[in-house]
């Protein structure tokens, strides 16, 4: 069957054929002309008495203002916060700021801008126990809807439990208006799909993880309206756009119903988390996330490619992991992200994937399962069709369009597999000895 958002929004808690029944937990999605004057009726249906508005100066712009004068006009007092930062980091600071001016009197969130500002309204709301309505000003990340918050913690990205909007709000007017380079994030972050469904696959197929292919169904729905609309939503189209906003949504839901990120995120959500960190404790240049998926996603998917050219050598993959300096690797990742690496290291002792005799053991399901590991890769399109997608929109397809050099990447593609415990790509090439080769040969 096809899911659309409008059935998956009519059927939230269905009965699933994996045996779960799945809730997106998101009550009302207004995506659409005149969206923005619903804003006060949502507040009022969900017994909003004093909104805390959170916004950052552009998004105040964009849609904050407008948000204030129609809760003025609708005689509901409210609380506004404005961040003052140019780019505010998703981090610490952020979130402290938000919960230390959304004071008692404030008994409903409304969260109008992108990522940064969605992610922390969702964390507010949940410490207050409150509803969260999330205004979208641009259609820029799949977050939408998630029940997660992506934020840097101690200098490591991470994904925060913390809850799904209550209400998404989308302006066509607004989501139209929206710079251009998010839109083309947007667009990016979705295309990322194409890898984390395939590397989902993968790890249910080698150490068992849980997998839901109405989950996956749906996603490669929200994916294939993204991309039908990628053009005509980059011209600014307010259709195109709205129905983007909608895949968007989607694929919040799907992660959702999953409980986890695997649906939405694999290797390239993580080289893209690897420059993130950077970033944040060296300065380098960093791009929006979705943009940097998006060039993840060209790098992964090339990478795939490589992977069928290899034959599995029991020998030399036992050997590679008998001689890796584990140490050695922990202080080139101190080097390479500073403090931020302790927490990747630490949850490495914790998790112990270098252990080499949980290595032999994953090393034996790769060597029985070879054949199907390659069939599912080969689910993936072509990097070159990739790549020309990406040209036709606008969106860099390169690190050295954001001012990174190709060792930058390089050595994000290395890293990428420390950043959780969930098997990617780079884990599975590090199983079969051949990380290092592959990253040598790949086009940064």
């Not at 999605?29 to 100066?57: Q, S, W």
């Not at 970033?279 to 996330?289: K, R, T």
Request: aromatic fraction near 8%; include cysteine.
């Amino acid at each position: 069957m096809e899911y659309t958002l409008d059935w998956l929004m009519a059927n939230d808690g269905f009965l699933c054929d994996c045996g779960k029944r799945h809730y997106g937990l998101l009550k009302d999605c207004i995506i659409g002309e005149n969206a923005l004057a619903k804003v006060p009726e949502m507040v009022r249906k969900y017994g909003g008495t004093h909104p805390f508005v959170l916004c950052d100066r552009e998004t105040y712009a964009a849609a904050g203002e407008k948000v204030c004068a129609l809760l003025t006009d609708a005689g509901i007092p409210f609380t506004l916060h404005i961040i003052s930062r140019t780019k505010p980091a998703p981090d610490e600071r952020i979130v402290g700021e938000a919960v230390m001016f959304c004071d008692a009197k404030c008994d409903i969130v409304i969260a109008v801008g992108g990522g940064v500002i969605n992610d922390t309204g969702k964390i507010a709301a949940n410490l207050k126990g409150c509803t969260d309505i999330y205004v979208a000003t641009a259609p820029s990340m799949d977050g939408y809807a998630s029940g997660s918050s992506s934020m840097e913690r101690e200098g490591l990205k991470v994904s925060l439990n913390s809850k799904c909007p209550d209400v998404v709000i989308g302006d066509a007017d607004v989501l139209a208006k929206a710079p251009v380079h998010m839109i083309r994030s947007g667009i990016g972050d979705m295309a990322a799909k194409y890898i984390s469904l395939v590397e989902w696959q993968i790890a249910a197929l080698l150490i068992g993880e849980y997998y839901c292919p109405t989950v996956a169904q749906i996603v490669k729905e929200s994916l294939a309206v993204c991309v039908e609309n990628a053009k005509a939503a980059v011209a600014g189209e307010k259709e195109a756009v709205c129905r983007l906003a909608e895949g968007l949504v989607m694929s919040g839901l799907a992660m959702n119903y999953a409980g986890i990120s695997r649906p939405a995120s694999g290797m390239e959500h993580y080289i893209s988390h690897i420059l993130d960190m950077r970033a944040l404790e060296f300065g380098s240049p960093a791009d929006l996330h979705g943009i940097q998926c998006g060039i993840g996603t060209l790098i992964t998917a090339e990478a795939y490619e490589k992977l069928a050219q290899i034959t599995p050598d029991r020998e030399k993959a036992l050997a590679y992991v008998r001689n890796f300096d584990l140490e050695g690797w922990f202080d080139h990742l101190r080097a390479l992200l500073g403090h931020g690496a302790e927490a990747m290291i630490a949850g490495e002792q914790k998790e112990g994937k270098y252990d080499p005799a949980k290595h032999a053991a994953r090393l034996e399901k790769i060597l029985e399962n070879w054949d199907t590991i390659l069939q599912i890769a080969g689910e993936l399109p072509s990097s070159a069709k990739l790549r020309e997608f990406f040209v036709s929109i606008g969106h860099p397809v390169s690190g050295l369009e954001l001012g990174l050099t190709a060792e930058d990447m390089r050595e994000a593609f290395l890293a990428a597999k420390d950043i959780r415990d969930k098997y990617v790509l780079g884990r599975l090439f590090w199983d079969l000895g051949e990380l290092e080769t592959v990253a040598g040969v790949l086009q940064f």
